[in-house]
């Protein structure tokens, strides 16, 4: 297993407001790459979507704890099991997120597939700071 961070970002928006958001999973899409998303089918709970290469990759609630963390799960049928750990906290200026991966993947995986993920958490955090900021 492999841990991959993005970056922590601190949002203008109070926690239960961000926490919020990224619950629905309908919102993911504002968040995601649009010139590298298609295919996009979203739910409250669940989504799915196929990124440039040709891969579909799904995610679904896996637990929730209400205004503090978000997991997601892939769902069956993605090419890579993973959860990614959303978190969120009360800071002076509004609320901090970041996200956690964690990637069940061989060493081989990992070199391909690390790095777009890092830049894909990275560009998630970017968004909803340009959202909430």
């Known amino acids: 297993m492999a841990l991959i961070e993005s970056k922590k970002v601190v949002l203008k928006a109070g926690q239960q407001e961000v926490y919020s958001f990224v619950k629905d999973l309908n919102n993911l899409i504002e968040l995601l790459p649009q010139d590298k998303v298609s295919d996009w089918k979203g739910g409250d709970s669940s989504c799915s979507f196929k990124v440039s290469g040709g891969y579909s990759l799904g995610l679904e609630h896996k637990s929730l704890s209400e ?6 799960q892939s769902s069956a049928g993605s090419p890579l099991k993973f ?3 959303i978190q969120f906290k009360s800071v002076e200026a509004g609320s901090e997120a970041g996200m956690v991966c964690n990637l069940e993947a061989n060493a081989f995986v990992m070199m391909m597939v690390e790095k777009p ?7 998630i955090a970017e968004r909803l700071q340009q959202k909430f900021g």
């Open 117 to 123: 993920l890092r830049n894909l958490f990275d560009f």
């Open 83 to 85: 959860d990614l750990d």
């Open 67 to 72: 205004f503090n963390q978000i997991v997601l």
